[in-house]
């Protein structure tokens, strides 16, 4: 499905492409609503709905993706709430194989991650995935997320890769979107970001199940 001798860039996603977006939908869709609710003496039901419209309203943002923004907004200490329950924090199946096999054909590979500094470190020391990459890059370290042309300027700045030589795993169809008007060659969509949801339709990239898809022999 891919020629890797073309290839010497490799720019992967976290959530939702190596790791399983299970733990974020379970995370904000159930554990933030319940502890709203015990804080604000309301039930769950009432807190899904007062937070809604509040979600909604920051959704391509960088602050949809910053701890510290909700922290303050929900009056809620959302890193220690993340720790409390990071046992639920999971790889999808083939990531470290896929990882594994990408190590050992020597190209460059990127962590690009949307994922406030907080979130990435405490997801990075409960997988140990750290080892498989030349680079862990943060949105937050650009103040653009990966959705805006901005991110993909002040990160190519940094990292200086060839475009026609570079292709990009990302579960997000508009970060795929985005990486496409930039210019980046190779664009691949997972299709099963969450394992416990049914496959998407993608028609606009590469798509795949899983990783295995695309492993290096």
């Not at 007062?50 to 959704?59: D, G, N, T, V």
């Not at 990882?99 to 990435?120: E, P």
């Not at 979107?177 to 028609?203: C, E, M, N, W």
């Amino acid at each position: 499905m891919i020629n890797w001798s073309k290839i010497e860039t490799v720019l992967l996603d976290m959530d939702g492409t190596l790791l399983d977006l299970r733990f974020d939908n379970y995370f904000w869709q159930t554990v933030v609503p319940k502890f709203f609710a015990s804080k604000k003496n309301i039930t769950f039901d009432e807190a899904v709905d007062h937070l809604a419209p509040i979600f909604k309203s920051q959704e391509g943002l960088l602050n949809w993706y910053c701890l510290d923004y909700w922290s303050e907004e929900l009056e809620i200490d959302i890193a220690q709430l993340k720790v409390e329950t990071q046992d639920h924090i999971k790889e999808l199946p083939h990531t470290r194989a896929f990882l594994k096999a990408l190590q050992l054909t020597g190209k460059r590979c990127v962590l690009v991650t949307n994922a406030h500094a907080d979130s990435l470190s405490i997801k990075m020391q409960k997988t140990g995935l750290v080892e498989f990459f030349g680079a862990i890059v943060s949105a937050h370290d650009f103040g653009y997320p990966k959705e805006q042309q901005s991110f993909w300027r002040a990160f190519h700045k940094l990292e200086q890769f060839d475009k026609s030589t570079t292709v990009l795993v990302d579960d997000s169809l508009s970060v795929l979107k985005a990486a496409d008007t930039f210019g980046i060659q190779y664009l691949i969509a997972i299709t099963q970001p969450d394992s416990t949801k049914p496959l998407r339709i993608v028609h606009d990239y590469l798509a795949i199940e899983n990783l295995s898809k695309i492993q290096p022999i």
